[in-house]
């Protein structure tokens, strides 16, 4: 079974400056696709970036970017320029291509807070 | 964009009674949907699959007859936690798939925080 490990409870940034959150994950597939979500405190989730295994180049959405090492099977967010909107808990997900792997698996989240 | 909608929000209820949530799929067909569970600070935990036309797929440890899902139609499932009590309370979380696994997003609801008197 595929495992997704985020080992930082909670986190702090001060405004403007840059935050990175951490994230592993353990599986024996060579396909599949990680993610990061945000979850602010109206609760939605909120797709933030996504990465697909194949894909060496990572993954970048504005102020948002991952480091992908699949080897070591780690997927760290980074958060450049942060914003008080940026405050959330943030999720590390993975999911595999088919069938029963298809299913997103969460880790345990990390609480995210940015200093004005 | 793809939208989800669950339904109630929130819902407060008296132990012993059921509780009916619905997650529709407005704009596209959902093949499969997924329900989550989530308690205060922590993670969504998957509670069942569910594809349409089918019986739902339930994770280990979660009770099959106390949260019943249907998936009747493309566009709409629903839990039902029956019998409710006190330790039901939590926040639960639809989503939803268009089309097959593999590239296909997933779409969130909203999310119904339950709570039982």
């Known amino acids: 079974a595929q495992t997704v490990t985020q080992s930082q409870p909670e986190m702090s940034v001060q405004e403007a400056e840059t935050v990175t959150l951490s994230c592993t994950y353990d599986t024996s597939e060579s396909d599949y696709y990680l993610f990061w979500y945000k979850q602010p405190p109206s609760r939605q989730m909120i797709l933030v970036i996504r990465q697909e295994a194949y894909k060496q180049q990572n993954a970048t959405e504005n102020r948002f970017s991952v480091n992908f090492q699949k080897a070591a099977k780690s997927f760290s967010l980074k958060i450049s320029d942060s914003q008080l909107g940026d405050a959330a808990m943030y999720f590390c997900?993975?999911?595999?291509?088919?069938?029963?792997?298809?299913?997103?698996?969460f880790g345990k989240g990390i609480t995210l807070s940015v200093r004005p | 964009g793809a939208v989800v909608s669950q339904h109630p929000s929130w819902v407060i209820c008296k132990s012993g009674t059921s509780v009916k949530i619905e997650c529709r799929s407005l704009d596209f067909q959902a093949t499969t949907m997924f329900w989550y569970r989530q308690f205060p600070k922590q993670s969504l935990m998957l509670m069942a699959t569910s594809n349409e036309g089918s019986k739902a797929t339930y994770e280990q440890g979660v009770e099959k007859d106390k949260f019943l899902i249907n998936h009747a139609s493309l566009t709409l499932s629903t839990l039902t936690v029956t019998s409710a009590h006190p330790e039901d309370s939590s926040f639960y979380i639809c989503?939803?798939?268009?089309?097959?696994?593999?590239?296909?997003?997933?779409?969130f609801g909203n999310g119904t925080r339950l709570t039982v008197t």
């Open positions: 989503s939803a798939r268009q089309g097959a696994p593999g590239n296909s997003p997933l779409h």
């Open positions: 997900a993975y999911r595999g291509y088919t069938g029963a792997n298809s299913k997103l698996t």
